[in-house]
């Protein structure tokens, strides 16, 4: 039915590489694009014969928007899967632009290099604006909206967990569950245990920047920004237990501020033990977590690329980790003239997900929701020219493939609140 060229082969994108496979129907034929190309060939070795997918691979540098243009026309897709790093988000979009085709990603925006000087005045300009200080924000995506209008293309912005299946879960609240919802927490929590003294369940860069930001949430029509992990709270999860989490700046509050009328609060909390909050802030006060490059021994480096490649891969981490995570929304508002709340969650096994994909709970919880976003574009599900995030479709389609695909939600209508 459709041919797509997915950009990345790393353990997200190799977890929604298995599951257009097992899409066929509507995945008839991939190209898995990277800048290591081995990497693709082994990852298609391993598929074929298990799937009716045909499997192609491609090597490209998604920092080179040339490349990008000559590998779209050369593959000819009807969608690209931006499944690499949130810094090539820009490149791939303007070479999605040049070709005329829709795009796809699960993460926004970021810029590797945080003293480029037009982003840093941007960013500047923005902390002032808009009151908050992460260094990941929807602008420079969403001011490609009127380009890919007029281009008649949509580019879906944010299909991984959170974001994207979060958002779809506020999207079916509302459209379901609330006349007006008033406060949404998010509560991601990883209860998993990969045996490692350290290390990130996703790419290191984009993990330790994120978390070592200062926190900041939606209220009463403004942000409110605060030290990084200066908030804490308890929550037990169902199977997982009591875990502690901690407030953090999350890219869907943005949107959801922007999508969900008249909405007081919203707050992002993640799961951390203490013994990678304590890692974190002693890399972070020797300096590891910088992105500006040193000289060393005549040799330029940015110390948390450095980091990275020390720490352990987390692609590597499926066949180590056990436990389950638990990912999901609280709600309070208003039906029917009474007070109401709901909590609609997904708990999904490290264990089970590496026997179905090689994967461990992290990047599966991500990949899947990628190809669901994807399949959602190519069966005309969702389409409307423009750049748009998951909540502004319809979420009915959405969630319901996340039962079918991998990823079954519950709803609690009542939960404990998070004070």
Known sequence: ??????????????????????????????????????????????????TSTKITTAQVDADDVNQLIALIKEVQPDLVMNIALPYQDLTIMDACLACGVNYMDTANYEP??????????????????????????????????????????????????????TQAYCAWAQKHLF???DTIDILDC?????????????????????????????????????????????????????????LLHHEEIESLAKNIPNVKRIRFFMTFGQSYLTHMKC???????????IKFEGHEIVPIQFLKALLPDPATLGPRTKGKTNIGCIFTGRKDGQ????????????????????????????????????????????????????????PDPYMDALNKWGLPWQVNDNPELVD
């Open 1 to 50: 039915m459709s041919k797509v060229l997915i950009i990345g082969c790393g353990g997200v994108a190799g977890v929604a590489i298995h599951k257009c496979c097992q899409n066929s129907e509507v995945f008839t034929e991939i190209c898995i694009a990277s800048r290591t190309k081995s990497k693709c060939d082994d990852l298609k070795a391993k598929l074929e014969g298990t």
């Open 112 to 165: 590797e290099n945080l003293d480029d000087p037009e982003w840093k005045a941007a960013y500047e300009k923005r902390c002032k604006e808009e009151g908050f200080s992460a260094y990941f924000d929807y602008s420079w995506q969403w001011a490609y909206k009127e380009k890919f209008e007029k281009a008649g293309l949509t580019a879906l912005l944010g299909s991984g967990f959170d974001p994207g299946v």
């Open 179 to 181: 006349d007006t919802i």
């Open 190 to 246: 990883n209860g998993g245990d990969h045996g490692y003294p350290f290390a990130t369940n996703f790419n290191p860069e984009i993990n330790l920047r994120e978390v070592s930001a200062p926190g900041s949430y939606w209220e009463n029509g403004h942000w409110v920004e605060i030290p990084a992990m200066s908030i804490k709270r308890e929550y037990n999860f169902d199977q997982v237990g009591q875990k502690d989490m901690y």
């Open 283 to 293: 890399l972070e006060n020797v300096g590891m977590l910088s992105t500006t490059p």
């Open 339 to 394: 007070d109401k709340t709901a909590y609609i969650y997904n708990v999904c096994d490290h264990e089970e997900c590496y026997k179905e994909v090689g994967s461990q709970a992290i990047s599966y919880t991500t990949g899947v929701p990628a190809m669901i976003g994807a399949m959602m574009l190519l069966t005309g599900k969702w389409n409307k020219p423009g750049v748009y995030t998951v909540e502004e479709f319809d």
